[in-house]
């Protein structure tokens, strides 16, 4: 990567999770090749409900130095293992996405095996892996004892968002990020196009080489300024609104569950997520298959007592992405660059990979050179985004629920994309194998499409064991013992968080 010898002047609009999150890993990967601004806005509130990550979150905590324990004490956070499906397949069922993958490996690893077990098998996810009877049983991933950042399980965290903003924040002005607090009046540009400032109130400027939009749902520089083209997907991806409420614990030291709740609804799903000192419960669903008094009455049946006098926070959003997110010297990043529902905690994954790409791609001040960088990368992003639309209706499409319009809906072929109806044609009769996907554009890995299909129940003709039969017996007996060897040996959830939380403050 070549810099000039002055530091770039790098300027980030927006705080929050995008924005501070940008901060921190720029500011932590360039150093001194770049000068770091960030403007925020008090009177801008953050959206402030995204509570989950995916495991790659891991190694981006880490690449910033901090510890893992002031981040869950800062944060409020805990161990994520997974997503506990409730009512998706037939609306009395359940079965769980793990972050771990199927033992041996997913290509096809044991499969076909378990296909041939017929309809007394154990799950897909709890005959493969170890992490389902973890999750169940309220168990941690890892240990007092394991390093920063890993353990015996995969996993991610659940936290509260404007409080990990936070937290970043004091990571990245720890590193000399500079924040200035204002609302932006307009933004100047010069004659190629390019974005030479934005403006303050005041006669104020803010002059950089590069700025990131990490403004939200406005899209304020690469929607408004830029031009961005706004593909929506709300033909495939029907939800469209959300309500959002925070409730207690009905007893301070209840058991945390280590996964996303998610069940089914008749217009959409609720999650339910529990942090150490409260969970986050929300209802995601399609205003076209339901009004928001009856989204009303589906939260209120779900919280029960719970939410006696709270009010949830409604989300009207529109799922999709920009077509180009990285035009002249502004790149997207976060709700700026697209949006979609929280199924499967996807949008922290999204800030995190268009920063890696941005890190080695931003540093040229050559025209040329970087108007290739920025056609790679829309490239990439908007494959990423095209994939994971894919994924998330997977969760949909194959459902065997005909009880209400909204999952009848979601059945309609011509609501599949070719690419995934393309897919499932040829994960009928086989199963679904590394070749079936080009992992620089996937989020989700093959082991992932398999928890989901076979989950929900999808049938798949197999064509035949990978492995001996004795081999693949021996291979469910190690699966077995393992979990059994974890159940012994990984401690209670809450009582590790206490742990943690308690080596944190004794450090500060």
């Known amino acids: 990567m070549t810099f000039a010898t002055s530091p770039q002047r790098i300027v980030i609009l927006g705080g929050g999770t995008a924005g501070w999150l940008s901060a921190a890993l720029l500011s932590r990967k360039l150093g001194a090749r770049a000068a770091i601004t960030l403007v925020e806005s008090a009177d801008i509130g953050t959206i402030g409900v995204g509570e989950g990550t995916f495991p790659t979150i891991r190694t981006t905590l880490a690449s910033l130095g901090v510890k893992e324990a002031d981040f869950l004490r800062a944060s409020d956070a805990t161990?994520?293992?997974?997503?506990?499906?409730?009512?998706?397949?037939?609306?009395?069922?359940?079965?769980?996405?793990?972050?771990?993958?199927?033992?041996?490996?997913?290509?096809?690893?044991?499969?076909?095996?378990?296909?041939?077990?017929?309809?007394?098998?154990?799950?897909?996810?709890?005959?493969?892996?170890?992490?389902?009877?973890?999750?169940?049983?309220?168990?941690?991933?890892?240990?007092?004892?394991?390093?920063?950042?890993?353990?015996?399980?995969?996993?991610?965290?659940?936290?509260?968002?404007?409080?990990?903003?936070?937290?970043?924040?004091?990571?990245?002005?720890?590193?000399?990020?500079?924040?200035?607090?204002?609302?932006?009046?307009?933004?100047?540009?010069?004659?190629?196009?390019?974005?030479?400032?934005?403006?303050?109130?005041?006669?104020?400027?803010?002059?950089?080489?590069f700025f990131l939009d990490c403004s939200g749902f406005s899209s304020r520089l690469i929607g408004r300024e830029m031009g961005a083209r706004f593909i929506g997907v709300g033909n495939v991806l029907f939800n469209d609104r959300a309500l959002a409420i925070q409730v207690p614990y009905d007893d301070p030291q209840a058991p945390i569950r280590p996964y996303t709740l998610a069940t089914a609804q008749p217009s959409g799903w609720t999650w339910d997520i529990g942090l150490n000192a409260r969970r986050g419960i929300g209802y995601v669903y399609s205003s076209r298959h339901s009004s928001d008094d009856e989204a009303s009455e589906v939260l209120r049946r779900y919280l029960g007592t719970f939410g006696n006098g709270i009010v949830p926070r409604q989300l009207r959003f529109?799922?999709?992405?920009?077509?180009?997110?990285w035009i002249g010297n502004c790149a997207a990043v976060g709700l700026s660059a697209g949006f979609f529902e929280p199924l499967e905690s996807t949008g922290i994954s999204l800030i995190e990979y268009a920063l890696l790409m941005l890190v080695e791609m931003i540093g040229t001040r050559d025209r040329g050179a970087r108007e290739g960088a920025a056609r790679r990368f829309n490239t990439l992003m908007r494959e990423r985004f095209e994939r994971i639309v894919d994924f998330l209706k997977l969760h949909y499409c194959i459902t065997q629920r005909t009880d209400t319009a909204y999952w009848r809906d979601n059945t309609d072929p011509a609501s599949i994309p070719d690419t995934l109806r393309d897919r499932l044609a040829q994960w009928r009769e086989r199963v679904p194998v590394r070749f079936d996907f080009d992992l620089d554009r996937e989020t989700f890995l093959p082991a992932s499409y398999q928890y989901i299909l076979y989950g929900m129940g999808f049938a798949t003709t197999a064509d035949g064991p990978a492995l001996a039969p004795e081999a693949a017996g021996a291979a469910f007996a190690k699966v077995r013992e393992a979990a059994s060897g974890a159940l012994r040996h990984l401690p209670d959830h809450r009582t590790l968080l206490n742990h943690l939380a308690r080596k944190s403050a004794a450090a500060s």
């Open 318 to 325: 529109e799922t999709g992405y920009r077509e180009r997110q």
């Open 79 to 209: 161990f994520k293992q997974g997503v506990m499906f409730d009512g998706w397949k037939s609306g009395a069922d359940s079965y769980f996405h793990p972050f771990n993958l199927p033992y041996g490996g997913s290509d096809p690893g044991l499969l076909p095996h378990w296909l041939a077990q017929g309809s007394n098998r154990s799950s897909y996810a709890d005959a493969v892996t170890a992490q389902e009877r973890v999750a169940r049983a309220n168990l941690a991933p890892k240990r007092q004892e394991d390093a920063d950042f890993g353990g015996p399980m995969n996993y991610a965290y659940h936290f509260d968002a404007v409080r990990f903003a936070g937290f970043l924040r004091a990571v990245a002005t720890a590193s000399g990020v500079e924040r200035v607090e204002a609302t932006i009046s307009d933004v100047d540009l010069h004659e190629d196009g390019d974005i030479a400032a934005l403006k303050l109130p005041g006669d104020r400027r803010i002059e950089g080489d």
